[in-house]
């Protein structure tokens, strides 16, 4: 009696990490299309799946953060779904490409559509410019299903705790990139010093080589100049030696 009572009892607990896990694991995320650089512009997925056996979600509805504005966000069409884009005026306008801008989107939804039990869509949207002085960016979600249930993902997870049971969505933010033109000038301009230096080595060797001979001629000449010298001095000799 007592073993069964210990086996019911890990089923159990080992059924709650089951639920526990599914429920951490399948929630709503937001993932970027390549990266998103700070002060850059992105494309994101909103991925939403159902979590529910016996309804469909119906809608979703994704908010955007008030105190890092982006001056553009583009839906991309979705069939089957409707998107209704909410904007907000600003306190302070802001200066996008020499122009201002007074108001930014404020929140995104999407209805009409249908996810079933076991499956997820898929919702991007064309953003920036992205924070320049942030790490991630929160974006508190809500579904809702036909069942008229409605999870609010909008909890922010805290450092060093465990994650919320509907956390919401946050985009990590990659560092900018640096300007590559400047490093493929200075690049090509250490190419073309080599090459320089390489023509100047060379160059010189050759002085060097022409130097060499030039002083290897000159010493085979006076060699040989010696040698007609003691040669003449010698034929003297004898001549003399005839004559006497």
């Not at 966000?73 to 306008?93: A, F, R, Y």
């Not at 039990?117 to 979600?141: C, H, R, T």
């Not at 008229?148 to 805290?158: F, G, P």
């Not at 160059?203 to 060699?223: Q, W």
């Amino acid at each position: 009696m007592k073993t069964s009572r210990i086996s019911f009892a890990a089923a159990l607990a080992a059924g709650s990490v089951l639920v526990l896990s599914g429920t951490a694991f399948a929630h709503v995320g937001v993932q970027p299309i390549g990266e998103a650089a700070k002060g850059g512009y992105a494309t994101l997925n909103f991925k939403v799946p159902n979590e529910r056996d016996n309804a469909s979600t119906t809608q979703l509805e994704v908010n955007f953060p008030v105190d890092q504005p982006l001056t553009s966000v583009m839906p991309q069409d979705i069939p089957g779904w409707t998107v209704n884009v909410e904007k907000t005026k600003l306190d302070k306008p802001l200066t996008v490409h020499g122009k201002q801008v007074n108001e930014v989107v404020t929140k995104v939804t999407w209805s009409g559509g249908k996810i079933g039990p076991g499956m997820f869509q898929q919702f991007p949207v064309s953003v920036g410019k992205l924070p320049e002085n942030a790490d991630q960016m929160v974006f508190k979600a809500i579904q809702t299903y036909d069942n008229n249930e409605v999870v609010r993902w909008i909890e922010e997870a805290k450092e060093g705790a465990e994650e919320p049971q509907t956390p919401a969505p946050v985009l990590k933010l990659t560092a900018a990139k640096g300007d590559d033109h400047h490093a493929g000038a200075k690049t090509d301009e250490a190419k073309n010093t080599g090459k320089d230096a390489g023509k100047d080595a060379g160059h010189g060797h050759d002085e060097a080589a022409a130097d060499h001979g030039s002083d290897t001629t000159a010493r085979a000449l006076g060699i040989a100049g010696i040698v007609v010298g003691l040669g003449g001095v010698a034929f003297g000799i004898a001549s003399r030696r005839r004559s006497a």
